[in-house]
């Protein structure tokens, strides 16, 4: 089952906050196989077109009300890249 963008959204936010896979695919109805491999492909994303790329292209998707995830779990992203 394929997350839709309200869906990526929120998967975003909860990540953010701390929230564990299991939590959020319970909070999405969906699979936590499902919520892993979503965030595969976002970590794969910006490691490819950059994490600034993946926020404008969030921003541009309709997914506003997540900005402020998708920009947290970014950050995360990169110092723990950083410290690799």
């Known amino acids: 089952m ?4 309200d869906q ?10 701390g929230f564990s896979q299991a939590e959020i695919a ?3 109805e ?3 196989q499902v ?3 979503q965030l595969k492909k976002l970590k794969e994303q910006a490691k490819l077109k950059g994490t600034d790329e993946v926020f404008n292209t969030a921003l541009l998707g309709g997914l506003a009300g997540a900005a402020a995830g998708i920009g947290i779990v970014a950050l995360l992203e990169l110092l ?3 410290k690799e």
């Open 30 to 32: 969906t699979s936590q």
């Open 26 to 28: 319970k909070a999405l």
């Open 2 to 5: 394929a997350l839709n963008a």
């Open 80 to 82: 723990k890249n950083q």
């Open 8 to 17: 990526i959204a929120e998967l975003l936010k909860l990540r953010a906050l």
């Open 35 to 37: 919520i892993a491999y």
